[in-house]
Nanobody, 122 residues
């Protein structure tokens, strides 16, 4: 089975930081997967935030580059999103996702999704 579980969401004041974690249960090693974080605000489309592709390249949305960092801990089958200098516009439900190939911003490229964790920045 494949299961992803996010944690670390919450409420924070503007300028603060949060670290989201995604615990992955999968028969495929993280090194062989696209790892991604998406977010979705009410009434808006789900958008890509950060991607780690299978070549270990990290790609960020323009809106978060320099503030957010995606990282992985293969030994513990987790990957994280460190979010610094948070802004009210970062408020959204955040989802971790994995996929076998592509590693794009297209949600359809990802076959497995977490349930989401809410981030609220005031």
């Amino acid at each position: 089975h494949v299961q992803l579980v996010e944690s670390g969401g919450g409420s924070v004041q503007a300028g603060g930081s949060l670290r989201l974690s995604c615990a992955v249960s999968s028969s495929t090693a993280l090194s062989d997967l696209c790892l991604a974080w998406f977010r979705q605000a009410p009434g808006k489309e789900r958008e890509g935030v950060a991607v780690r592709d299978r070549f270990r390249r990290k790609i960020y949305a323009d809106s978060v580059r320099g503030r957010f960092t995606i990282s992985e801990d293969s030994a513990n089958n987790t990957f994280d999103l460190q979010m610094n200098s948070l802004k009210p516009e970062d408020t959204a439900m955040y989802y971790c996702a994995t996929g076998p190939y592509g590693c794009s911003w297209n949600v359809l490229a990802y076959t497995n999704w977490g349930q989401g964790t809410q981030v609220t920045v005031s």
